[in-house]
């Protein structure tokens, strides 16, 4: 179900006369184009911190609350905002949109609503992401073993945005979720128990980031059992990976946001690589 078919309609009831039945309500959504408030072309393009992601880009000429519905076929079935929306309407509409790959053609339509009520939607159309210039540099430190956090359990976090980007997200091992604290900035931290002692050769933060620059951890740092603190380490991104070496053997490892670009900081992926 898209924008506009889920408004409130506008219901319109003729009357009838004297001498016959009164007409039948019916609902009447009137729908304007979206042309009629784009102050700029649609824009789509590769997200350089994630490659499992794309960003879609369009201005409007005045506030509204505006969202791209999008899928690989006309039946569409993705639907995506901007978080900086918050609540309320924003003119530079800045979406990230999970799963949309390069070299795939995707349907979209764009709607969205301005202060006074009216909806406007775009025709479908359809979007490509171009290939990437460069692939992301393999990761080239020693040989470690697997991902101990895919075991392990989150017990304890400073903070989540909403359900939707709980702790859980940071060891899903997938790069299409992610946890987002609610504006925690340098004070976020993670905590995640492993279900026994583990040798343990790095670790890995992949930073999740907003489109406005914020939410980005530029560092962090690592606490094993209570005891040793290790860092402060380059986070990484899903497009560049960055593992962090170290020799330590623990069960319970905490990640503190070291430095950051304030805001809603968080993880799309937190990993524990086993010694070999």
């Keep these: 179900m898209t924008l506009a078919m889920a408004a409130l309609a506008l219901t319109l009831t003729p ?22 408030v784009q102050a700029g072309e649609f824009v789509f393009e590769a997200d350089p911190t994630n ?24 039946e569409l079935g993705n639907f995506n905002n901007s978080l900086s929306m918050n609540g309320t309407g924003i003119v530079d509409h800045d979406v990230a949109l999970p799963g949309a790959v390069a070299g795939t053609t995707y349907y ?16 479908m159309d ?3 992401i171009p290939e990437a210039a460069d692939a992301a540099p393999a990761d080239t430190a020693a040989e470690r073993g697997p991902n101990l956090s895919l075991e392990g359990t989150v017990v304890d976090v400073s903070s989540e945005f909403s359900d939707s980007y709980a702790a859980t997200n940071a060891i ?11 504006g925690d900035g340098d004070d976020a931290f993670i905590t995640i128990e492993l279900a026994e002692p583990r040798e343990v050769a790095g670790v890995e933060f992949i930073t999740r980031s907003m489109l406005d620059g914020t939410a980005i951890t530029e560092t962090f740092t690592v606490t094993v059992d209570d005891g040793e603190t290790f860092g402060p380490f380059p986070a990484a991104t899903a497009a560049e990976p960055n593992v962090a070496p170290i020799d330590a053997t623990g069960q319970t490892f905490r990640f503190d946001v ?17 010694a070999p």
Excluded: K, Q
């Design 108 to 123: 979209f339509v764009v709607e969205g609503f301005t202060a006074d009520g009216t909806i406007y939607r775009s025709d």
């Design 126 to 128: 359809t979007f490509t």
């Design 51 to 74: 490659p499992e992601r794309a960003i879609f880009h369009v201005t409007t000429t005045e506030p509204m609350i505006c969202a791209i519905v999008w899928g690989p076929t006309e």
């Design 15 to 36: 009357l009838g006369d004297d001498d016959g039945p009164t007409a039948t309500s019916e609902a009447v959504t009137v729908v304007r184009p979206f042309a009629e």
């Design 172 to 182: 899903d091992d997938s790069g299409l979720t992610e946890w987002s604290s609610a």
């Design 258 to 274: 070291d430095t950051s670009t304030g805001g809603n900081v968080g993880a799309v992926e937190v990993r524990i690589l086993a």
